[in-house]
């Protein structure tokens, strides 16, 4: 089964403790697909790295799992830049059973995010559902 892309340049994230691990997916202009995958650490800089390379990247949707309170701080980093992420839960874009790393789950959200099936749980002051 293939799935319609509905946004051409998506970012999805896959936020742990220590480490942060993102796959950009860009549809080129000839309908090819670039993957970019990149890891980021947790401290203050390396999420500003974060925030400004999905700044750059100028994505339609950016969608990170609700992992406990991790989320948050890459969440607020991303808003600076103006980003709003969705922030979805992991029971709801689990990955199909193999082998998992977080790559894998970082392109997985971007996939979802990709066809527009990624349902965002945390709006953020002055969003409505």
Known sequence: MELI????????????QAQ?????LIEEADGSTRIEPRQFGTFKC???ELAYWVAGLHPDEVVMESTGIDWKSPFSA?????????????????????RKTDVSDARWLATLAHAGLARR?????????
């Open 46 to 48: 390396d999420r500003r």
């Open 5 to 16: 892309a509905l946004y051409k340049r998506v970012v999805g994230l896959d936020v742990h």
């Open 78 to 98: 991303l808003e600076i830049v103006v980003i709003r992420a969705k922030v979805v839960n992991a029971r709801h874009v689990k990955n199909v059973p193999g």
């Open 121 to 129: 749980i945390v709006y953020t002051a002055g969003e409505t559902t």
């Open 20 to 24: 942060i691990t993102a796959c950009a």
